[in-house]
Structure formats: C-alpha cells, structure tokens
C-alpha cells in the first residue's frame, strides 16, 4: 500500500476533469476518442511486443446463470438442424443486455454522460434514441484496438489476494504499481487494473451483489488515467461503492471526459498469472468491438500476447 | 477464370475427405482443431508481419433488419437510465440468432456434423444437448486466433466483379489465383476467400436470398483448403447451391472434417481494395471469439493488420 | 357485393373523423376508450349468448417461422430440467415483437396516432418514451373484454373465397353483410370481419408478402365501425394497400379516433365455419390482454363461445 | 386453522396418485387431460354465474425488474415508427423465460413429469425435443378454458394476513374452508387457492426469494383436488419448501397425474375482496393460453366474472 495522502474535493475533481478533458482534442466530430492516440506507429510496436507467442483470453464466461451480481442473465438457446443424409448441424442463439458487473464488455463513448453531456460536448436528448445511438457508437470503433497492454497488479503490489471495501485503489497508488512493476505507461496504451475479483469471488460475497457497497477505484484514478493518456482501460472490479464524492460517475467518467475505451468485467487473474510467469507486464493486446450499428457497447473476448 | 477440370464424383469426394481428415491428428480430445496449427511461432511470424500499421474490420453491420436473405433479424433495443445530479447513460440489448447468411460469424467446431460423426469422431446424439453443445463448443476457442491471412481475391482474377451462379469456384482456381497474386499458403494460415459479395448485393438479387440458389465454392475447394493445411477460412460466399454433389456440407465439411475455424459472412470488399492499396496479399488476422460456454459460434469481428 | 357507391375524398375522411372521434367522450383521462362501452349489463348479456356451449380459438399458431409476410419470427427455445429421483421437466423462452401480420395481437391504444395526437389528444412525444409507454398501455385493459361478438363473412356475402385486392370492403358493404345475416349490431360489440384469409394464403401470395400491395378494407370502414359504435375489432385483412386517400392509417385510425381496441390477425375462417353450423352470427367472446405493465399491446387468444 | 392430522408417507402419496392418476381416463391418446370435464354444459353453466357482470383480472404484472425472486426478468423494449403526414406508432419486443415465481402464466401438461413418465404415461425422452414439446404442449389447450371458479380464501380462514413457513395448507383444510364458505366443489371446476401472497411479499421476504425455504401447500392436497374432480388450479404459493416427503413435485404432480392445467402466481389478493364484496364464492372464469404451437405453456391472464 502507498502512504495515504488527503483526497481531493468532489469541486476539485470537477474543475479537474473540466480543466483537462479531451474534447475538442481530435476535433468537434471526433468519435474515436482516446482511440486516436493508437497510431499505425503505434500499433506496428505493439505487435513488436510479441516474443513468445503465447496468447490467453481475457474474458470472463457468457454469463448464462442467475446470481446476486447478475440479475439479467444472458440467454443461450440450442437449435439442431437436420441435413440428409445423416448429417446435420446444431445453432444458437444468444440475447444479452451486457452492461453490469458479469460479462466482459466494452462500454462505447456514447454509455455514459454528466451535467456538461456526452464526449465531445453533444447532448444525449440529441443522441440517444428509442432506435440507437447517434453518437459514440461502439461501430465507430469496429477496425479495433491493437495496442501495447499494461498491467498493474494491485494485490501482488499489496501483498494481498484481493481489494477489499475499506482499502480502494487511488490514483498514487497506480502510479506506485508501475514504478514497483518497472513499466512505463505510454500514450495511447490499454491500461489494465486488476483488483483480484476473482480471489474476491471465491471467498464471497460476489463482486456488486450489493449495488451500494462494493471495493474498487476511487475517483482519484481519473487524474491517473488522464495524465497516462491511456486509450483504454481495462478492469475486473471499477469505481467503489459509496464513495466521499457524489460524483455520477466517478471513474467511468473517463469515458464522456478522455475518450477512453473502457472493458468492464474484464478476466484479470490469469493475466497477472502470465505476467508473472513471463517476468513482464506489458503485452500486445487486441479488442475486437462486434459492428453493432448505433450499440452502446458490446461483449468483447480481449486478447494478450507475450 | 482458369481451364475446366472434370469433376470429382460424389464419392470420390466423400473417399478423399474421409483419407485425409485431421480426426486424431492432434490426440482423441482434441478440441482445438486446425487452431493446432497456430504455434506460438506462427503467432510471432504474424506480428511481424505488420508493417505499415493499418488496421480494418472484415465484419458486416450487426443485421437488425428484415431482408429476402436475412430470415431472422438480430435484434437491438436500448434503454436509459438516469444518475442524478443530471448525469445519465445508455444502455442495450442484443439478441442474435447469428448462424446463417447476414452477420459475419464464426463457427464453431459443432457446428456441423456428417454421417461419419463431428469432429474427431464424435457422437452429435451425446454432445449436442438441449442445454449446450458438449464437444467442439465456441469456448475451446477462446484464446482467440492471431495468424496470417491470406487473401485470395477471385473478381480481380477473372477480371469481374463477382462470382455468378454458373462460374463456381473451384479448387484449382484458388490455387491459380495464390499463384498469380504471388502468395504462398503456409500451415496455419487464415485463408479469406473474396467472391464479390457486396458488389453481387448491389446489383441484386442478396446472395442467398433464394436459399437453393446461390453462387459459391465448389466441393473441390476441399482438397484445397486440405492441402494448404490453412487453421481457418473467412468467405463472403460460401458452398454454391445447387451442387452435383448431394453432399450435406460441401465446402462448410471443413469443420468437422479438418477441424477448421470457419468464419462465414465477412466483409472483404475492403480488404481487397487494402490489398490492392499496400500491394501485398497477407496481413496479420486476429479473430477473437466471444467466451460463450457450450455455445456453437458467435458474432466476431475480425481485424486485419497490415 | 354491393353497388359501388362514390368513394370520400381524403378531407371528407380527416373531417368525418375529426368531427365524430371519441375524445373527451369519457372523460380526458380516460385510457379505456371504448371499453367503456362494455357495461356490466353488457357483459351480463353477452354471457346469456352462450347456449350450446360450444367454444374456439380465434388465435393463428405462434408465428416462429420465417415467411414472406414474417419478417421478424417469434423465438420459442426449449429447455429441460432435472429433479431427482427420474423426475423432471421442460421449460420455454418465448420472444417477440408482436406487431405485424402474422401474430394474432391485440393493439392498445398507443399504437398509432396521426397528426391531432394519440387517443383523448395525447402528445406521442410526452407518452412514448424508450422505457414504456405511459398512455394507452395495455395494461389499461387487463381486466379483459367480455362482450358479444358478431362475425361479418365477406366471402359468404360475396360468394367467393376471399377478398382480393381490387375488390376492398368498404363500410357499406359491412352494412350489407350484417343486413344479409340478419343480425344488428349493438354498442359494445365487437365486430369480427373476415375476409378470407386462410384461403387467400394457401393460394398464395401469403397476405402482405408485399407490404405494399395487398388486399382488405377502404377506409369507408371508420365510419361504419363509429357508427356501430363497436368496443372492438377483429379481423385477419386491414387496411388494404395502395389506397387513394394517402391517410397515415386509414382503417387502424379506430385505435386513436374511437378508442377501439383492435386484434389484428385474428383467426377467423373456423369461425366462420362454426357460425355457419350453428346458424347465427353472435356469440360471447373474451379477450384477455397480457398485464403487461406499458406495453403497446400483446399477442393475445380470443376466443369465441355459442 | 383445522385440528392437525398426522401426515401421509412418501409411499402412501405415491402409492395414491399412482392408484388414482387419469391416465388413460379419456383415452391413451388425450392430450385435453383434466380439461375434458370442462363439456359444452359446464361451460353454459359457468355463464350462468355471472349476476352482476363485475370482471377483474387474475394476473400480477409482466416481471421486468430484477428481484430476489426473479432470477430471470421478462424483457420489453420499445420500439416507435413514423408515418408521414405527421402520423406513426409504437411497438414492443417482449421476451421471457416464464415459468418461475413471478409471471401468471399457465403450465401446460408437458411441464412436469416423474418416474413413471409425463401425462399419460409418456416418455419425456421421446416427447422433449430441442425443437418443442411433441406431447401435452400448450397449444393443445387454446380453445380455452370457461368454467366455474371457486376461490378457497385460506386467510380469511384462518383469520390471519397469509400463509406461513411453518403452516402449511393441508388438503383437509382445503376441505374445511369450502365447507366454511359454504361453497360446494363441482366436477370440472377451477380451484383458486389464496394463501396471501402479496400481504407476504410486502412484509418480506418475497416469496421464494430462497427457493429451498417457503411457504405452500403441502402434498396432502394432491388429494383434495384429485376428490374434487377439478379441471384447473390457480394459486398465488404453491409447493411448500421444504417438505417431508422427498418427491420431486409434491402438488405440482397434479399436472402429469391428473391432467389438471395449473396457473402459477395467479394475482388472488383483489379476487378475494372482491368475493368477499359479492358474497359469493364461485365465478365464471376464462384463461385463454396463447397458441404457442409445441409450447410448455404461456403467460396467461385469467379473468373472474361475478
């Protein structure tokens, strides 16, 4: 743990990301957000970041089943087909509202917005329709996300298994992770926080069972993930419950104010597994949104590889 | 278009494919399949062969609406919700039966079955359940595929802009047409097969919009994507219809005949144009599925890098 | 058939309506609409129909295959579950949007509006928001319709099989059928039209395979069915396609004008049959809306009793 | 309450319902099970209750929220379509998973089965397929059900607010309260049993928030409504958990031992006021199951009428 240092106020927070948000940065009609700063210089390194060819998912499974944290569970169905002679083929279906806490999803700019709007300044009454989205669309994103991976592992800087309620992740404390892990983040990096939910999990209860109470991040990672000039974060557990601020969204505002491709609910556990067993923390990582026209997000499978 | 061959007979087609199937060529549990193919060397050697940096997506729009060949569309509704003070965000929801002619998916191993079983031998009746699929399920494929693509554009080499019901695609001509873009198939690769589809679509009728009559690939190309030892093969046609085959699965027999990733519907169009644009055939392909367990394929999007 | 009689103009229609809708008739925040028409006393009666006891379904099969004139199928997926000792069970998932051609639904009132509003003048963009609708809903009505029911047999009337395209039914002719079979309409009912579709379907095209073009009834019905001053609607053909009045819902104006609860797709060719066995053309019929809490209606199944 | 009697054996219940199951009692091949009592004549008779013509329906609403009780929340979206000059309309998609403990919806015969096979003896093994139910299914039943309801108000009986974990409704009480009713059970009828649900729920916990502890009937009612004759039952609790006796389906074994159609989390709190208003016990009753051809049941809403 780093040594505590006094919070910011929810004014300064505010001013801050009022002060240092992205927009108007890639222009008025940008839609790509943070994505920009993934250059073709940028992604012809991260493929150099690849030296022993070992990839892993990091995706938790399609959440089928009812549970505390997932009160919407996603519906898969089979179908069989016949085909003479004696052939055949099985179908499925698959319906989902993915947003929330069980699947690992990729949240589009258009998913979140405060009292200034949406990224870029638009107005959702505009935006939003009973039919899609209009702006910030999880298609604007469909040539995907090739960029340089990070992590930073919290419980191994910890000593821990887990973050836990009383303990939430600030801001100086990611700084400290790099340091500690010996990487430097760059622009336009993904940045993935692993918080150890899945430790969490076992020992009970699940992550966001209770909506109002939970571990996490706290709204001081958003200087953080700003001054990094991440292009995306990716995490397993995301802003505590409650929090000091009354802030709408204390660290998904990283979404409407940087640009930032946010993965909800992504499998960190066997990442931090790998890294350690590679002795690096930064990888070549690929997400690949669905081309869902006007989507607010979807399900992703993000990939790493060493 | 290169000179006609004399066909194969049907039985000398079912005689190849059941001498040269992959089943048990990578142990009995095998689930992996051509994915096999993917060493952490050929993973590397596709990195590397990113150059200039240019990312695009093979994928089609997620398709919501009706059309003579898109018999069930995908559905998506949104919701809102409001987060005081004056903050809000959006939200939706995605239902999807995938497998057939519109969104570009993959299919998984149990996708297809003939009178000989599934993919290494398999039972359909004890691994294709009312609850999921058992055997050859979309999960196993969760790492994702990261390998060479190959692109093999058939309009450019005949000198038209789609492939017509009365010219199918043979196996000969794609061999011809590696040969005269200069690319050599190496094991492993991804191998995308460019008909014309979209160019076919402008010009109407939708391909498959009469489901028995369509062009495509002919049985031959079996042998082809056999002996190219290929991991995966992306197309915007697929098995031409009729056939003088009466086989069940054509072309679509390279799952559970060879154990390959098929990914049905992409959009190559751009690509060809890509192609054309760098002056180079290949490219790295991430293709990363969707972890949906015992599920029989997914929505994905695949991404080429050049 | 009756003798062609001079058809309205467009603003003849618009005025009529105008000058005789329903709104305010009970009261500004009345969301019954002619519902209220159904009095205890009426549904006393209309039970006092019932004689033989005889009683049939007036519902078309669940609609999950796709058709021409069904371009968005239903979804029914089994599922199956297991309880020791050799016990067990089956379940269903059942998924839809409704409203079309080929579902026998009921709409409610805040289905359609035109220019002058929803039903009672309502505003669509204050009720109709992307979360439910707040006026009109379905909801409103789930203490169900009880009223007598009156078949009207076009085909009977005419002769024929079914009603073709360049034949429509106009109010007049509804007039003539009651007159032919002797029975009177009386506030409160619901008037069941047939047209013959089942016929029409088996000699193919299937009705509204061409959205555009097919056959039913002229909007002279409004005025007939505010004249007979019915609570309901039943019929398998509406309004017919093109017609010469360019009038957003020609015939579904009922809904927002009169307050009528209409159900579309109504199987009645067995109803016929039965009318015809039984010798009379009244019977008790009930309908009883899904409580689907804002919803814009639901598949429902009349169901008629002699 | 009545005086406690000593409960049954596991045994002696499966040896009763063995002896007295309705197989076979309307032919091997009837699919109409316990609705067979419902003739032409009971059904004019039904009619003949009706005095003052009050309606209400039966039915809690469409379950869209999450609760603790409802692991899979049905599904509605909105949908709003334009038609020029200044005219349109809504829609709505709804989807659900509708047997469990919050939807009405009815069970068709096809739901439940134990050792000895489904209704009549059939085999689940043969009539479950992935694709629907072959035997039993829901569609069998839309020609509706009209009959006598009788609601048996436990408790008014009791003298309480609702049923309790450790006050199971025997089958002798059920008994006792018609007799205190002065209510008489007839062939055919519908038994309505009220135990108090929504007093229950808003007290909490929701009942069947914990699916292995709440309160019901226990399985000493089997033959009750076996000696009753009764073509359907409604309840708002059903199965108490857990029970004495080890079977898998303690009164919901009514379903495949006596044909008997079951209407789960029927809304009874308004229709026992409403009969204590009347003063009158029986009513007429209508449930008209959706035609979902090879369904193992629908949402229903079932309407009294006084």
Redesign the interface.
């Known amino acids: 743990m780093t040594a505590p240092q006094p919070l910011p106020t929810r004014e300064e927070i505010v001013e801050y990301v009022r002060a240092n948000r992205n927009w108007g940065r890639w222009g008025e009609d940008d839609e790509l957000g943070a994505l920009n700063l993934i250059?073709?210089?940028?992604?012809?390194a991260a493929?150099?970041l690849?030296?022993?060819?070992?990839?892993?998912?990091l995706?938790?499974?399609?959440p089928?089943h009812?549970a505390p944290n997932n009160?919407?569970?996603a519906?898969?169905?089979?179908?069989?087909f016949d085909?003479?002679?004696?052939?055949?083929?099985?179908?499925?279906?698959?319906?989902?509202?993915?947003?929330g806490c069980t699947a690992?999803h990729i949240d589009a700019l258009?998913?979140?917005?405060?009292?200034d709007g949406m990224w870029n300044g638009r107005d959702?009454d505009q935006e939003?329709?009973?039919?899609?989205?209009r702006w910030g669309s999880i298609?604007r994103w469909?040539?995907?996300i090739?960029t340089r991976g990070v992590l930073l592992d919290i419980p191994r800087f910890r000593g821990g298994r887990y973050v836990t309620q009383d303990t939430p992740v600030h801001g100086w404390e990611l700084e400290a992770v790099a340091r500690s892990q010996g990487v430097t983040i760059e622009p336009g990096d993904a940045i993935a926080v692993y918080c150890g939910r899945e430790a969490s999990d076992r020992e009970g209860p699940l992550w966001t069972a209770d909506p109002n109470n939970r571990p996490g991040l706290d709204a001081t990672c958003l200087k953080f993930f700003r001054e990094a000039d991440c292009s995306t974060v990716l995490w397993d557990m995301w802003d505590i419950r409650p929090t000091p601020y009354n802030l709408?969204?204390p660290v998904h505002a990283v979404i409407f104010a940087f640009g930032v491709a946010v993965v909800d609910a992504a499998l960190l556990e066997p990442l931090a597994a790998v890294c350690q067993g590679e002795g690096r923390y930064d990888f070549?990582l690929?997400?690949?949104?669905?081309?869902?026209?006007?989507?607010?997000?979807?399900?992703?499978?993000?990939?790493a590889?060493f």
């Not at 995706?59 to 399609?62: D, I, V």
């Not at 258009?110 to 009292?115: A, E, L, P, S």
């Open positions: 250059t073709d210089a940028k992604r012809v493929t150099r690849v030296r022993t060819g070992r990839s892993l998912s995706a938790r499974p399609y089928r009812p009160p919407t569970p519906v898969m169905y089979m179908e069989r085909r003479a002679p004696d052939a055949g083929g099985s179908k499925d279906y698959q319906a989902i509202n993915y947003h690992t258009c998913h979140t917005w405060d009292v959702p939003i329709t009973i039919d899609s989205a298609d469909k040539d995907g090739l709408p969204f070549m690929t997400v690949n949104p669905i081309n869902v026209v006007g989507g607010t997000g979807c399900l992703v499978n993000p990939v590889t």
